[in-house]
């Protein structure tokens, strides 16, 4: 079985062009699966929340990602070797090629409240907030792979208010 693992990144603040997580595998042989992404509704003041459009990307081609805020995976087995050379990080700057566009999300950003059940409310549902799970149940169906110099990012490419939790589920091969 691949060693699995879940980045999560907390309460990151929408801005528009904006990496709100982000991966750059730079090992030669070790292989970097996405297998599932997540998004979380954060907000909890009152804000006037817009419609964040967001993308998810996959860099196929030679891709860098510079600068952010560097986050540790969590291991799903205390026994799970770190992987060697993945970057992960939020407010980054992609660069080399040009990602191919995924998936596109349009996200509200307003504050859900307990009751309403408006989209707002919906995000914050697990069931909900998966974006992306490729394996859904047929291992013919493979994830984002990430061989060496790849990468994926979720970028927001418009809006600018409210708070985003975002969790990615990888596998290190």
């Known amino acids: ?3 699995t693992f ?3 990144f ?3 603040t929408f801005a528009a062009s904006k990496v709100m997580a982000g991966f750059l595998n730079t090992h030669a042989t070790e ?3 996405i297998r599932r992404v997540g998004l979380l509704n954060a907000q909890t003041a009152a804000v006037t929340g817009v419609i964040c459009q967001l993308e998810l990307r996959w860099y196929p081609a030679t891709m860098t990602l510079t600068g952010g805020t560097t986050v540790t995976p969590t291991k799903h087995d205390s026994t799970n070797t770190s992987p060697a050379s993945l970057t ?4 980054s700057t992609p660069g080399g090629s040009t990602g191919e566009v995924v998936r596109r999300v349009w996200w509200s950003s307003d504050e ?3 009751s309403t059940g408006t989209v707002d409310e919906m995000e914050a549902n697990v069931p909900l907030n998966v974006v992306f799970d490729p394996g859904y149940g047929d291992s013919n169906v493979q994830p984002l792979t990430l061989r060496q110099n790849q990468g994926f990012v979720v970028f927001n490419t418009t809006g600018a208010a ?3 939790d975002t969790w990615v589920e990888f ?3």
């Open 6 to 8: 879940t980045a999560y």
């Open 171 to 173: 596998t290190r091969e």
């Open 88 to 91: 992960i990080s939020h407010n």
């Open 31 to 33: 292989i970097i699966k």
């Open 10 to 12: 907390s309460g990151i």
């Open 112 to 114: 859900p409240a307990i």
């Open 1 to 3: 079985m691949a060693e």
């Open 162 to 164: 409210g708070l985003l």
